[in-house]
């Protein structure tokens, strides 16, 4: 692992922008792993900048997000759906056919899932995966577990979790308790992998480098992919 260490969440967030607008110039037609949370914010609100400014261009690019809520349709306020069309999606020239989501509506999950999967592998797998991390050391909504789940499936959120992720909703009680999320699986096959943390989340980030690898804590198990880069301050 490449271990980068930001003085602040400004610079994290530029460091970040331009591993990918490096990983987009060198292939114009990456397969981008996108993530949501707070964390990376500010990495679209950079990102956008190079698009506008003709650094980049997302013409070629095919995206596959992590995660979505179950029960949420894409049009819902707080989906990871309209949390991408408001910070990347809407401001740069990606073609929306090239955009893929886990369906949070999806009337037969696994056919779901299991198409979700093909569509990646289709694209000839991710070539660059943006990842966050949870306290609990969950990547995308692998919440902690017995043993590392193999590719995209339907998961109920930690408790931990929700009571996170709830201050995007108006009240507790409407965040919803399940998730499809990509798989640990998923996430290891991706040919590279970018993750990012902001100060908050230093006890995390530094179990996942230097903790046991475990099931117990996702995360860790990125300390057996052979090209991940983190990117942290605090
Ligand atoms: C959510 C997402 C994760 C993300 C995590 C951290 O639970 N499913 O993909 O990494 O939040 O979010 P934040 O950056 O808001 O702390």
């Known amino acids: 692992m490449e271990i980068i260490r930001a003085p602040n969440y400004e610079d994290l967030s530029k460091k970040a922008a331009i591993i990918i607008a490096s990983q987009l110039i060198q292939k114009p037609q990456s397969v981008l792993g996108l993530a949501t949370g707070g964390t990376p914010e ?9 698009a506008e400014n003709g650094t980049i261009s997302f013409a070629q690019v095919q ?4 995660d979505e809520y179950y029960g949420l349709a894409a049009s819902h306020p707080q989906s990871y759906h309209s949390y991408m069309q408001k910070h990347l999606f809407s401001k740069v020239d990606i073609k929306q056919e090239n955009i893929h989501f886990p369906d949070g509506m999806a009337s037969d999950m696994q056919m779901f899932c299991n198409c979700y999967e093909q569509a990646m592998g289709n694209a000839g797998g991710i070539d660059l995966q943006i990842l966050g991390i949870g306290h609990n050391g969950h990547i995308g ?3 902690p577990a017995n043993c590392f789940s193999a590719s995209t499936h339907l998961v109920s959120l930690a408790e931990s979790t929700i009571a996170a ?8 009680a409407d965040m919803p308790r399940k998730a499809i999320t990509m798989g640990i699986g998923t996430i290891m096959r991706a040919k590279r992998i970018l993750l ?3 100060a908050s989340k230093r006890a995390a980030v530094e ?12 995360a860790s198990i990125l300390q057996y992919h052979t090209n991940v880069q983190v990117i942290y301050y605090g």
């Open 165 to 172: 992720n709830s201050r995007y909703f108006d009240s507790s």
């Open 42 to 50: 500010g990495l679209y609100m950079e990102i956008v900048k190079l």
């Open 63 to 66: 995206s596959f997000n992590l």
């Open 207 to 218: 179990r996942m480098l230097y903790g046991p690898v475990t099931p117990k804590f996702p």
């Open 196 to 198: 990012i943390a902001s």
């Open 141 to 143: 909504f692998n919440e």
